[in-house]
């Protein structure tokens, strides 16, 4: 069964930084093109950054030259380092592959202050 672990969220002000951390069980990442999403009150989830296991890499227009996603295969983990964090980022980050598994993780919180 997977399993997804996200960590790393916390309050920031803007213009701060965070790194949130996804643990994968078993090797499922190293096969998959995972992906980070968020989701905002009210608001659906949505899609902000993906990396396929070849290492190519897609953002979202809305995060696009401030988050970068990278993985470590080897640790069968999934990073999301974002900068320049606005109030608008404020949101519970999940990861998932892409497409998505049906199990989620609990997912991170992410506050950004103005």
């Known amino acids: 069964q997977v399993q997804l672990g996200e960590s790393g969220g916390g309050l920031v002000r803007a213009g701060g930084s965070l790194r949130l951390s996804c643990a994968a069980s078993g090797s499922i990442l190293s096969k998959n093109t995972m992906a980070w999403y968020r989701q905002a009150p009210g608001k659906q989830r949505e899609l902000v950054a993906r990396?396929?296991?070849?290492?190519?890499?897609n953002y979202a227009d809305s995060v696009k030259g401030r988050f970068t996603i990278s993985r470590d295969n080897a640790k069968n983990t999934v990073y999301l380092q974002m900068n320049s964090l606005k109030p608008e980022d404020t949101a519970v980050y999940y990861c998932?592959?892409?497409?998505?598994?049906?199990?989620w993780g609990q997912g991170t919180q992410v506050t950004v202050s103005s």
């Open positions: 998932n592959a892409d497409p998505e598994f049906a199990t």
């Open positions: 990396i396929t296991s070849g290492g190519s890499t």
